[in-house]
DNA sequence: CGGTGAGAACTTTTT
DNA sequence: GTTCTCACCG
């Protein structure tokens, strides 16, 4: 069993309090998360607080699935009923945000890009007017500003805009949180449904713990200190660490959380340890982030006294710092590093690869792919569901959905009365030779008679509508696709994934698509992909059928429900994947918060040439128990002095007794095994061909320094 | 019309 | 840190 520190102790002692808060500073590996489940067992074994008393936050739903497999296994190991874990509310913001809206107005449309592109069109054209946009990200945050505050800066088109997506139940994020907030404050003590989620949110939680502190933004800020107040606030985190800031600054909501309980009430208490990382690692970390180790820390506050701040024993080996000019030495580089590692005593399972974008991540798992080497991408979404062209799908099936309830009449309230237009207007925006020009002489023609865009397109004769010969084509086209599906509500009919599936894709078939969806349609590779993840969607779609209540329609269900059944279904994957053959990870420094690996590579790839973000490099680096390398970080602190570079991390036999002292495993024969290591490895660099590895890792001008 | 300086975007997440 | 755009000036 794991004892705790002193410091540790003292985070899970401090008693409960109704309105007091408890702020935790935990560096990385200093056994924060093992501390949050202690402090949880904690109340519920001796605070006496019933575990539907306690509510869980933390940003990404990686850490939201680790607290809850964490939480599992501890109460498994003190005896106590598992099922305890389960009554206990475990949330990201935004899936508890999401929650409470959906249960108070059904079905809503989260607005990602191609919407914003959808509504880019209704935009008048002129470039001129202070209206033009060059990107949809400029006008998502025209928008932002406008809903901040519409009384100052008036904008009629934005106005319209903003109606539109309000008829349409479009909100962005933030409008979730809002929302979230506004129907926590409403009164509903009176209502009948006893056992609302809104309402236990309202009357039932007793402590709210935070994890990850520093990761909050100010646009959480309504619905978290609504939550939080009166309640005991237990929060954990680092600055440092802080690696949102491009979604707003973390010190305001900070401010505000830090100023909900009395100031006498609020207790801040630090872990120093750090059992993770070698000294060596923690110690150009510290250097990273400006941190002079020991003393700093020891000023700045409580009277705790670090007692060690480094656990760990020096391994011997320092972190390697490379750059290479281009990306064939860089992949070159790492791969000839993982055979090594792996001819040595590491396995795959052991090595994660951390970058700073996702776009890098494909690049790096493509060369991956043509080595051999298996791989795993740690991400929470899985590949199909950002593809543009199943996205597209999605879109048609909540065109007919909603275009076929309106049609029916099944519209719950007059509110939702042309929820179908938003999609309409994304899906036929995606059509190829349909621009600005004709979707807003449309648009303004159906708001003129006062109908959805649908019923418009089917009851207006054709020569009424406002638009050229050939775009009425395109249109009629686009209508007739769709008309069986929507007027005889054969989408509600559809019950089998498969039928449905092959329906909506043909009707996508006879659509022609502009080349921001239809991309490289030519190109075998991309169509291959494609099919791939039509095939993982498909298999969403059985995993929805199988768990469909009665008295609903099956694209209603799943249309409610997939994203919620995808990440679940990529989870239970991803699991598979780790407990089976080792793969590498592989990560953006982003997803790979809260997680630690015994050997990391950082990379920046060579291309993108701005600089690493301060605290995301020392994200990167403290995930790193044992080894790290980092590729073309290009940071100022890490060009600095010079360096000894250990040429053969294979013959380091002291170093691979400390690493398999380290991962718990048995070392016996390591020294024995060595000449055949490098056997093994001289074999697989013959296979992969690293002689010219060899010569351009020559060529390149590497650049090995140490602190 | 062409040069110049200022400022913004590039990237990371949430359903 | 690099690259692009736009307003402004001569």
């Not at 997506?165 to 209502?191: F, G, P, Q, W």
């Not at 429900?561 to 780790?578: I, S």
């Amino acid at each position: 069993m794991d004892k705790l520190t002193p410091s540790q102790w003292k985070v899970v002692n401090k008693p409960y309090e109704p309105e007091s808060t408890l702020k935790v500073i935990a560096g990385p590996g200093s056994g924060k998360t093992l501390t949050l489940l202690y402090k949880v067992l904690h109340l519920v074994t001796v605070e006496n607080i019933k575990p539907e008393e306690i509510l869980i936050f933390s940003l990404t739903n990686k850490a939201v699935d680790s607290i809850i497999e964490n939480l599992l296994s501890i109460f498994e190991d003190s005896h106590t009923n598992k099922e305890i874990v389960r009554q206990i509310g475990c949330y990201t913001v935004h899936g508890l945000a999401n929650r409470i809206v959906v249960e108070n107005e059904g079905m809503i449309n989260i607005i990602e890009e191609i919407g914003w592109r959808g509504l880019m069109k209704l935009l008048p054209p002129s470039k001129r007017t202070p209206h033009h946009f060059r990107s949809y990200k400029e006008l998502e945050k025209v928008v932002k500003d406008y809903k901040l505050n519409s009384a100052r800066n008036k904008n009629p088109v934005i106005e319209k805009l903003v109606e539109l997506m309000d008829n349409c139940k479009v909100m962005t994020n933030d409008d979730l949180i809002i929302r979230a907030k506004k129907y926590l404050e409403l009164d509903c003590s009176h209502s009948d449904a006893s056992s609302s989620f809104t309402q236990d949110l309202q009357e039932k939680y007793k402590v709210v713990l935070i994890d990850e502190f520093q990761d909050l933004y100010p646009s959480l800020a309504p619905l978290i200190t609504t939550i939080c107040k009166g309640k005991q606030l237990i929060m954990f985190g680092d600055t440092n660490q802080s690696i949102y800031g491009f979604l707003g600054s973390n010190s305001e909501i900070m401010s505000q959380l830090d100023n909900l309980h009395p100031k006498n009430s609020t207790t801040v208490l630090k872990l120093f340890d750090n059992f993770r990382s070698t000294p060596e690692i923690i110690s150009l970390a510290s250097k990273i982030i400006n941190l002079p180790l020991a003393e700093k820390q020891v000023i700045d506050g409580t009277d705790e006294t670090p007692s060690e701040l480094v656990r760990k024993l020096p391994s011997g080996v320092l972190p390697q710092i490379v750059t290479f000019d281009d990306l064939a030495a860089e992949s070159e580089f790492i791969v000839d590093k993982i055979t090594q590692l792996i001819c040595s005593s590491a396995k795959f399972s052991d090595i994660a690869i951390l970058s700073r974008t996702n776009s890098h991540l494909t690049t790096l798992a493509n060369i991956l792919k043509k080595y051999g080497i298996p791989y795993q991408k740690l991400k929470s979404q899985p590949d199909w569901m950002d593809d543009l062209r199943i996205q597209f799908l999605l879109d048609i099936l909540k065109v007919c959905s909603l275009a076929s309830d309106e049609k029916h009449d099944r519209g719950f309230n007059t509110s939702d009365k042309w929820q179908s237009n938003f999609s309409i207007l994304v899906t036929m925006s995606a059509l190829k030779g349909i621009g600005d020009a004709s979707i807003q002489a449309l648009y303004k023609a159906c708001s003129l008679k006062n109908l959805s865009i649908w019923k418009y397109l089917t009851i207006v004769p054709n020569f009424e509508w406002p638009l050229g010969l050939s775009i009425k084509k395109k249109i009629e086209n686009y209508t007739s696709n769709l008309y069986e599906m929507i007027e005889d509500d054969q989408i509600h009919q559809l019950d089998d994934p498969m039928e449905l599936l092959e329906k909506v894709s043909g009707i996508a078939n006879n659509l022609n698509l502009n080349p921001t969806y239809s991309q490289a349609l030519g190109d075998p590779q991309s169509s291959l992909e494609f099919k791939t993840h039509l095939q993982e969607m498909a298999q969403v779609m059985k995993v929805s059928k199988s768990n469909k209540p009665p008295g609903i329609s099956f694209v209603k269900w799943f249309l409610e429900t997939y994203f919620d059944q995808t990440m679940v279904f990529h989870q239970a994957k991803q699991a598979l994947q780790t407990t089976g053959p080792g793969t590498i990870k592989l990560s953006t420094i982003h997803s790979a918060k809260g997680l630690e690996f015994p050997i990391v590579f950082l990379t920046n790839g060579t291309m993108s040439n701005f600089p690493m973000d301060t605290n995301a490099l020392y994200v990167g680096m403290t995930r790193a128990r044992n080894l790290l390398y980092m590729c073309n970080m290009k940071h100022q602190r890490l060009v600095s002095k010079s360096p000894p570079y250990s040429r053969n991390i294979m013959s380091n036999n002291s170093f691979w007794a400390y690493y398999n002292k380290d991962m718990n495993r048995s070392a016996f024969g390591a020294e024995m095994a060595h000449d055949h290591n490098i056997q093994r490895y001289n074999q697989l660099r013959k296979k992969f061909g690293f002689y010219r590895a060899y010569s351009s890792l020559k060529g390149c001008k590497s650049i090995f320094r140490r602190i």
